[in-house]
């Protein structure tokens, strides 16, 4: 470690963006060069970076492809509905049961998650065209299971192809009756992200399923849980304060949620938006149509939890809700700290990376800062300019090429059912008391001046980021995992959690606490031999060089 501290002193932020340049053409280092920034936050001058653009070919980057994000990210956790795969086996085969999202099948037991439903695409399929197949997969799919809604996933060669699948989607539904059939355009090459993925996924969401049951829900406060997946269970850890609260939860969109949720999520009062960065498109839309007003909540972390809670309270406004969430939080919070006392002396100063999705590499911060433990460079695979800088960016995002393909529904309120939460007097005095509606901060101003903010990492840049600032623990996926171990740091998974979580309300933060003290003061990693340390001398050039 003596090393590892003695590099952190020899390398200035610019120093080390220079490095990661260092060895890619000029065309190329010029474009790296807008996605690696050194963080000026506390100046008062969020610089720009460049995100949501494409990966530059021949670059390993981590993200996935925009199927992933619509059928894995948003519609993966649902229990109830069958997600039916169009394309070739491989597509659906690697986004079953990969994303570690819970499920709790309930009492009515009706749980698709553990099958894999494909329409398993052959050369000739390609060829003569698959929407025979897929008609009579949802055919047999119906037969076996009689769900109460199945929904289509196109993969690229079914957009390469020009499958009509919203038609066979809409002919089947008219054909079953009871059993809603709906199609997403959302073939991996649509996008330059699951990030689109996310969009599309909202997009059909909202048009054919939120609003379909007008049923009034029992329960007081009732509330949508919104860009919460239960991974490694960190939804039953919310949905268990929640309910301690007295809060009701109408929809989770979509850890462990049914077609019911997603059907009555108009009925609530109050939107929480945890991930924005998948969701915030359904927040709006629902507000817009329905006046359920939306606010960014953040259960990861104890104080993080706290916050939110405390903001649901807040909005309510109802005293009774409002003692009962200081007493759960009185309650939890001995635990919460007995273990983190007990942790600190060991975490204090330690330092991590965090390059994850689109909104965790900025949440779990909350949780490292409990620990004592400082953020030295993070950044997110696929997020936009909003999440690194602040919603407040939003209308001087440039609208390029990319987004322009992705739809963006025109939404107006419903005749009928747009019923406003509150009145504008009662949301100016919340406003007023500093209450932040539709708003969300970004990375940069709650990271520290100097620190790397580097979009779309990828793999030759996030080995040169250990090798050079030596942090005591890196996050991120599978794909990284081993060849950061092998570089002799500690590396967590922050997407599937390893096989750990929850992580997130005031249990997840315990289970992570003990996690990080385990990892950032575990032996094993001094002995491993990182291949600049065992020959410093071994070096490569590239052909441009
Ligand atoms: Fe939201 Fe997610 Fe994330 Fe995301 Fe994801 Fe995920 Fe993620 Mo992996 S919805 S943006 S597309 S919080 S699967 S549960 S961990 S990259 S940071």
């Not at 009871?178 to 996310?198: I, L, P, R, T």
């Not at 009701?248 to 999520?265: E, M, P, R």
């Not at 504008?424 to 209450?435: N, S």
């Amino acid at each position: 470690m003596a090393t590892a501290k003695k590099k952190l002193v020899q390398w200035e932020p610019t120093d080390i963006k220079k490095e990661l340049l260092k060895k890619y053409p000029a065309k190329v280092a010029r474009k790296r060069a807008k996605q690696i920034l050194i963080n000026e936050a506390l100046e008062n001058t969020t610089p720009e970076i460049t995100a949501n653009v494409r990966t530059i070919p021949g670059i390993i980057t981590m993200r996935g492809c925009t199927y992933a994000g619509c059928k894995g990210v948003i519609m993966g956790p649902t229990r109830d509905i069958v997600n039916l795969v169009h394309g070739p086996i491989g597509c659906s085969f690697y986004a079953w049961l990969t994303r570690r999202n819970q499920t709790d099948a309930g009492v009515d037991g009706e749980n698709y998650m553990t099958y894999c439903f494909s329409t398993d695409m052959q050369d000739s399929d390609i060829i003569f065209g698959g929407e025979k197949k897929l008609a009579a997969a949802i055919q047999e799919v119906y037969d076996l299971f009689h769900p109460k809604a199945i929904t289509v996933f196109a993969t690229c060669p079914v957009g390469l192809i020009g499958d009509d699948i919203h038609t066979v989607a809409r002919t089947m539904k008219e054909k079953l009756g009871d059993c809603n059939v709906f199609a997403f355009s959302c073939e991996g090459y649509k996008g330059v992200s699951q990030s689109a993925g996310h969009h599309i996924a909202n997009n059909q969401v909202f048009t054919h399923m939120v609003g379909e049951n007008n049923e009034e829900k029992p329960g007081e406060y009732k509330i949508n849980l919104l860009g919460e997946y239960n991974i490694g269970g960190d939804g039953f850890e919310i949905d268990r304060i929640l309910r301690k609260c007295g809060i009701t939860t109408i929809s989770t969109f979509s850890g462990n949620s049914t077609y019911d949720q997603f059907a009555s999520a108009h009925m609530a009062d109050l939107s929480c938006v945890m991930c924005h960065r998948s969701i915030n498109y359904v927040a709006d839309m629902m507000e817009t149509k329905y006046g359920i007003p939306w606010i960014k909540v953040n259960f990861i972390g104890a104080k993080s939890t706290i916050k939110s809670l405390r903001k649901i309270a807040e909005y309510f406004g109802d005293q009774k809700l409002i003692d009962r969430v200081e007493a759960v939080i009185a309650e939890e919070m001995p635990a919460v700290d007995a273990v983190r006392e007990d942790v600190l002396p060991r975490t204090t100063g330690k330092t991590a990376m965090l390059f994850v999705g689109g909104s965790r590499a900025h949440h779990y911060q909350d949780l490292f800062a409990e620990m004592g433990m400082k953020t030295l460079s993070a950044g997110y695979e696929f997020a936009h300019r909003d999440d690194y800088e602040g919603r407040h960016v939003i209308p001087n995002l440039k609208v390029d090429a990319d987004s322009r393909n992705i739809e963006e529904l025109e939404v107006e309120a419903d005749p009928e059912r747009f019923k406003p939460r509150k009145t504008d007097a009662e949301l100016k005095a919340l406003e007023d008391k500093g209450f932040k509606f539709k708003e969300y901060d970004g990375i940069m101003p709650d990271m520290e001046a100097g620190s790397l903010i580097i979009d779309d990492l990828n793999q030759y840049e996030a080995e040169k980021l250990v090798e050079l600032m030596k942090p005591d623990i890196f996050c991120a996926g599978i794909k990284e995992k081993f060849s950061i171990q092998k570089l002799g740091v500690p590396m967590k998974q922050l997407h599937s959690y390893d096989s750990g979580g929850p992580y997130a309300g005031f249990k997840g933060a315990i289970n992570f606490y003990k996690e990080i003290d385990r990892l950032v003061n575990s032996k094993v990693w001094s002995y491993m031999k990182a291949p600049w340390q065992e020959s410093p001398e071994l070096s490569a050039t590239y052909v441009w060089e």
